[in-house]
């Protein structure tokens, strides 16, 4: 059953990033990530570059959040100064009903952030624990990433 349910989560994690993938500025410089995984490994290439599409590009992670529904870290991956990806890194525990509630919150609150190109979004109804936590790590890679 749990293994079922990890598959949900790993699908629909996969979903969200294959989704920033496609709607991903086509012909993007590449993106040097030498610290990938590690918080602040984002580059700055186009930060100096000027011009209405220069700006911040790379991948950060915020912090990771703890509550008493367990650990939640969220990574965001930027181009040109533009948010195209939002992903968790960690969310919850391994319990069923976190499980469930992380597999419908986590997608949506993703939706929001990139719809709003901003971490400042409505929390996501019925994930009391899962939303605040998952939003302030998300603030936290928007920090980071100078955004």
Not at 46 to 68: C, K, L, R
Not at 133 to 144: I, K, R, T
């Amino acid at each position: 059953m749990r293994r079922g349910r990890r598959a949900i989560v790993v699908v629909g994690s996969a979903a969200i990033v294959a989704a920033g993938y496609v709607s991903a500025p086509k012909g993007a410089p590449a993106v040097d990530l030498g610290g990938a995984g590690q918080p602040g490994s984002g580059t700055a290439s186009g930060a100096a570059s000027g011009g209405a599409a220069g700006g911040v590009s790379g991948t950060f992670e915020g912090p990771v959040v703890t509550n008493a529904r367990g650990d939640y870290q969220a990574r965001i991956t930027v181009t040109d100064g533009l948010v195209v990806a939002v992903d968790a890194v960690t969310a919850g525990t391994t319990a069923p009903e976190s499980e469930r509630i992380n597999a419908q919150a986590i997608p949506e609150l993703a939706r929001r952030v990139l719809e709003a190109q901003d971490w400042d979004v409505d929390a996501y109804s019925g994930a009391s624990f899962t939303s605040p936590a998952f939003l302030e790590s998300v603030h936290g890679a928007f920090d980071d990433a100078g955004l």
